[in-house]
């Protein structure tokens, strides 16, 4: 148990739907991650934000739109996504901000299926 | 781009044996160096990390890695595994770089089976 919690576990849906990942933290973490892991690939970084803000984007469709509303929470919106898109979705904090090289605390993960 | 090798994707021991896992990453500059343990149905979790200092790194559970500068490696170790080891190793590496940021790369894995 690393103190990021990531809700649904698990995900099924259609092509069509929208749905949204949660991503919490209560560490006091100034950063805070979205990585994307499919069979026999190395984890890919999805999405930075650093003091709530913005900071990198790894060339991730639209289809996928990050929100963080405050410093302990992290959402990935999901929309018309593509049954390619179907993965662990892993949410990962680290404490002193993104411009500072630090230790990821990584959440249980979604298990994101697309129909 | 850097690029992270873990070139053992599948390992099977058996209990008592010696573990080494191979890491390899591809940047020529001053890193920091991770291995994350995932346990079935649970979380990515730290093992042991490299920041500086002696290369020779111990993490819990009894596993330590070893930092060469000169072959770009770092290689994950255990004397004795259990079948409690059971597990996908992942090696990540965080090159240092001016205004580069806490971004790590990640290899692909390596899956570990102890056998009784």
């Known amino acids: 148990e690393t103190g990021v919690t990531q809700t649904p576990r698990h995900l099924v849906m259609g092509m069509t739907n929208k749905k949204s990942l949660k991503c919490e933290q209560h560490?006091?973490?100034?950063?805070m991650y979205w990585y994307k892991q499919s069979a026999k690939k190395p984890l890919e970084l999805m999405f930075v934000y650093n003091f709530k803000e913005q900071t990198e984007n790894n060339s991730v469709p639209s289809r996928f739109s990050p929100e963080c509303p405050n410093s302990s929470h992290l959402f990935l919106h999901l929309h018309t996504l593509q049954p390619e898109d179907s993965a662990l979705y892993l949410c990962a904090s680290s404490p002193k901000g993104y411009m500072e090289l630090d230790t990821q605390y990584f959440g249980p993960g979604t298990r994101l299926t697309v129909l | 781009a850097q690029s992270v090798s873990q070139h053992n994707h599948h390992v099977i021991l058996s209990e008592a044996a010696s573990l080494e896992l191979g890491c390899n990453y591809s940047y020529g500059g001053t890193v920091n160096l991770f291995w994350y343990v995932q346990y079935p149905g649970q979380h990515l979790q730290l093992l042991l990390k490299?920041?500086?200092?002696?290369?020779l790194v111990k993490g819990i559970k009894g596993f330590e890695a070893e930092f060469i500068k000169s072959k770009f490696s770092f290689n994950l170790r255990k004397p004795s595994v259990q079948w409690s080891d059971t597990a996908e190793y992942f090696c990540a590496v965080n090159p240092i770089l001016t205004g580069g940021g806490n971004k790590l790369t990640f290899g692909t894995g390596t899956q570990l089976k102890v056998e009784l």
């Open positions: 490299y920041f500086s200092g002696d290369p």
């Open positions: 560490l006091g973490h100034n950063a």
